[in-house]
């Protein structure tokens, strides 16, 4: 980065104007995986008119998979510097066709189906700091303003959901991963304190927070 920086300020006018060198955090992961997973027995969730669908159905067959899009995280690895945990969250647009009657046409209906994997790699080590605006968890946090209606118990704490499709789609995550949406949205507790009550590490509830925060994002705009 730094040679191309000068090979084009060598070329232009101002060349020696500036006065202090600037460094770029790229971001960068040297190490790699290339991992096969054969998934199976997923769990895929349908619209209530196409779970209506499914649940009169004679035969299924698979049309087509598609992944729709895929979430990372990544954080550092405690006292392996260098190290980086890497989360991945696939999700997948799954294809179905669905035959009411052998002899019927079959009808098509498309559904939502989550995959989490993990990796640890080698990203270099650094004393770089990184600022960010993100403006996600924002209307993350306005779809949680809302109370009432459908109910979850967190440490012994009734936790009352009142938007249908928030409730729907908590309901779709792992319980840990609803606990500690809950936990920081609802009850307004840091990862810190989470951790504390969950008896998990803080890196760990930092991981599951980000994880589910993109499980919960793709269930809303989708539909669980």
Known sequence: ????????????????????????????VYDSCGDKDCLEDLRVYFSPASQAVIDQAAQVRMRNVDVLVVYLGLEPVPF??????????????????????????????????????????????????????????????????ESGGQSFRVLDEIIQVNDLKLG??????????????????????RDGKIASRLGMAHSTVHRKRKRAEAKLRMLLETGP
């Open 1 to 28: 980065m730094a040679d191309n920086y000068e090979t084009m300020n060598q070329e232009s006018p101002n060349y020696g104007c500036f006065k202090e060198a600037v460094c770029i955090d790229a971001s960068r």
């Open 80 to 145: 392996h510097k260098g190290f980086y945990s890497v989360d991945m969250t696939f999700f997948f647009e799954v294809t179905l066709d669905v035959f009411q009657t052998p002899a019927a046409p079959p009808v098509t209906i498309s559904g939502l189906s989550v995959f989490s994997k993990n990796v640890v790699l080698y990203g270099s080590e650094g004393n770089v700091k990184v600022f960010s605006s993100d403006g996600s968890l924002d209307e993350l946090e306005q779809g949680f303003s």
């Open 168 to 189: 729907q789609a908590l309901s779709c995550l792992l319980p840990q991963e609803w606990a500690i949406i809950l936990l920081r949205y609802f009850c307004d507790m």
